[in-house]
C-alpha cells in the first residue's frame, strides 16, 4: 500500500509537549502537613539525603548552600561539614523562625520545586514567637512511635513538634520524650552530616522500642501529666494550623488579645488582668504596649489560664470566659506551678520505686540512673538516689561500665576497618580521628591495647 507522506493525519499532534520543569532534588513530599505530626525540616533534609543515597553534609554543600550564598567562590568539601556550612548554632535554629531558616527553607524550594516546606519550620509564627527557649539544642523522640513506625512499614521521620523545648511528652503514648542514646548514652544535634532519622548520631544504634507506659507505672502522676499533655496538644494544634493562613500573624496580635481580654473581664484594666494572670506588673505591660513578646513558656502559661488555644490567642481570636472561671483558672495554675517545681510526683511509692531500682540492675542494656528516673516519672535522678543511695550508685556503675565498653568495642572496630580497608598510603591516627569526629584522646583512653596493632 502507498503511503501519501505529504498528508498529516488528523488524529496525530504535531505541537511540541510540554516538558514541566524539572526539580533539581527529588520531589519529596513532607510528612504530617496539616497534622500535630507534621514532619522537621531537618527530618526532611535528612530523607532528602537518603533518597539520593548520599550523606546530608554532602547534599548541603554540594546543593543547597550556594543557592542563597553571594560568594561566586563557592568552596569544595573533600570532607562535607556541616559545621563548615552552617555552625553548631544554626544547625539547631533550621526548625525556627531564623533568617537562616528561611534561607533554608527557599533554597530547598528552589531545588524540590515545592512550596509548602516552610510549614516544617515555625516561620508561619515568626513575627509573634520569640526565638528565646523556642527549641531544644538536642535531639529528643519518642522510641514508641520509632518502634510502632517501624514495624508497621511506615516512613521513618522527626515531627517537628519534638523539637519545640517545651514539650517533653509524647502526645501519641503520653510517656516522657527521650534525648540519651540507650546504646551510648550521649546527646546529639538534630542535624549532622551523618543524620538517618530513627537511628543515633553518636553510635548508630536504632532509638525505637517497646517501653511500658509511664501511666501505668505510676498512676498517681496522671494528675502532674495534665499540663505536659495540654502542652503538647497546644503546639500541635499550632503547627497543624500553620497551612491555613495567607499570611503570617502579625507582632500586634498579641496586644489586640491581651485588649480584648482586658474588656471583656476587667473592664479595660490590664495591670487587674495581669494579677489575675499572675504575671509581673511591668513586665505585662510592656507586651501590652507591645515592647516585648512573651517568650513561650509565659505564653503557653497566659493561654492555659485563660483557657484558650495559643493559636487562638496568636490570632487575636477571644474565648468567652467569666472573671469567676478566670479565678478558678487561676487557682489551678498556681497549684500546678508548685507541684511542677519538685518532681512528677508528689508522693512516690517508695516500695515500688525500689522494686523497679532492683529490677534494673539485672536489665540488658542497663539504664542510666536518669533513664530510670524518666520512666518512673521523675523529674531528677535525686529522688532514686534518697530512696536507696546504694541502689541508684550500682545502677550507675553498671550504666557507665556498659558505656564504657560499648565505646571500646566502637573504636576498636573503628580501628579494624581501617587497618582492613589496606588505604595506600595508611591514614594516620589523627586522620582517622578526625574523619570520625572522635577526639584522638579518646583512642587512648578507650584502646590504648590496640593502638599498637594499628601503628
Known amino acids: 500500500m502507498k503511503v501519501d507522506v505529504n498528508q498529516t493525519d488528523e488524529l496525530w499532534d504535531l505541537e511540541r509537549p510540554k516538558i514541566p520543569p524539572r526539580s533539581s532534588l527529588f520531589h519529596l513530599e513532607p510528612i504530617g502537613i496539616g497534622t500535630p505530626y507534621v514532619e522537621s525540616i531537618t527530618s526532611y533534609v535528612a530523607r532528602l539525603a537518603e533518597a539520593h543515597s548520599v550523606a546530608v553534609g554532602t ?9 542563597f550564598s553571594k560568594s561566586d567562590d563557592i568552596q569544595q568539601y573533600y570532607y562535607p561539614s556541616l559545621v563548615k556550612v552552617y555552625g553548631q548554632y544554626y544547625i539547631k535554629s533550621l526548625n525556627g523562625t531564623s533568617v537562616k531558616a528561611k534561607q533554608f527553607v527557599a533554597a530547598l524550594n528552589q531545588l524540590t520545586l515545592r512550596d509548602d516546606l516552610e510549614f516544617l519550620t515555625l516561620l508561619t509564627w515568626a513575627e509573634v514567637l520569640p526565638s528565646q527557649d523556642l527549641l531544644r539544642a538536642d535531639f529528643a523522640w519518642c522510641p514508641q512511635c520509632y518502634q510502632e ?4 512499614s511506615k516512613v521513618i ?44 548520631l553518636k553510635c548508630d544504634a536504632w532509638l525505637g522500642g517497646h517501653y511500658p507506659s509511664v501511666l501505668q507505672h505510676c498512676p498517681d502522676i496522671a494528675q502532674s501529666l495534665e499540663w505536659e499533655i495540654w502542652v503538647a496538644s497546644a503546639l500541635g494544634e499550632l503547627l497543624s494550623k500553620a497551612v491555613l493562613f495567607n499570611s503570617i500573624p502579625p507582632r500586634d496580635s498579641i ?10 473581664l476587667t473592664n479595660g484594666n490590664i495591670s487587674a488582668l495581669g494579677r489575675f494572670l499572675g504575671v509581673n506588673r511591668y513586665k505585662f505591660l510592656h ?68 522494686a523497679a531500682m532492683q529490677q534494673a540492675l ?43 565498653l560499648k565505646r571500646q568495642q566502637h573504636i576498636r572496630e573503628l580501628l579494624q576497618g581501617v587497618i582492613d580497608n589496606n588505604l595506600s598510603p595508611p591514614p594516620s591516627l589523627s586522620e582517622v580521628a578526625r574523619c570520625h569526629h572522635i577526639g584522638l584522646a579518646t583512642f587512648y583512653l578507650y584502646c590504648p591495647d590496640s593502638l599498637p596493632n594499628y601503628c
Request: overall charge positive; glycine content about 2%.
Open 59 to 67: 547534599l548541603i554543600a554540594a546543593e543547597i548552600q550556594k543557592k
Open 149 to 152: 513506625w517501624r514495624d508497621s
Open 157 to 200: 521521620y522527626s515531627p517537628l513538634l519534638w523539637s519545640l523545648e517545651s514539650v517533653n511528652i509524647c502526645l501519641e503514648h503520653h510517656r516522657p520524650l527521650q534525648s540519651i542514646c540507650p546504646q551510648c548514652h550521649q546527646k546529639f544535634v538534630p542535624l549532622w552530616q551523618t543524620t538517618r532519622p530513627g537511628f543515633c
Open 255 to 264: 496586644n489586640k488579645a491581651m485588649k480584648l481580654y482586658a474588656n471583656q
Open 287 to 354: 507586651w501590652h504596649q507591645g515592647s516585648t513578646i512573651p517568650i513561650i513558656s509565659e505564653l503557653l502559661k497566659i493561654c492555659y489560664t485563660l483557657s484558650t488555644s495559643v493559636a487562638d490567642f496568636l490570632q487575636a481570636k477571644v474565648n468567652p470566659v467569666t472573671l469567676d472561671k478566670l479565678s478558678i483558672l487561676a487557682s489551678k495554675t498556681s497549684q500546678r506551678r508548685r507541684k511542677s517545681s519538685v518532681t512528677y510526683s508528689s508522693k512516690p511509692d517508695i516500695e515500688a520505686t525500689r
Open 362 to 404: 539485672f536489665e540488658e542494656p542497663p539504664p542510666t540512673l536518669t533513664q530510670l528516673a524518666y520512666r518512673l516519672g521523675y523529674k531528677s535522678y535525686s529522688p532514686l538516689t534518697h530512696i536507696s543511695k546504694s541502689l541508684a550508685t550500682a545502677i550507675k556503675q553498671r550504666a557507665t561500665d556498659y558505656a564504657t
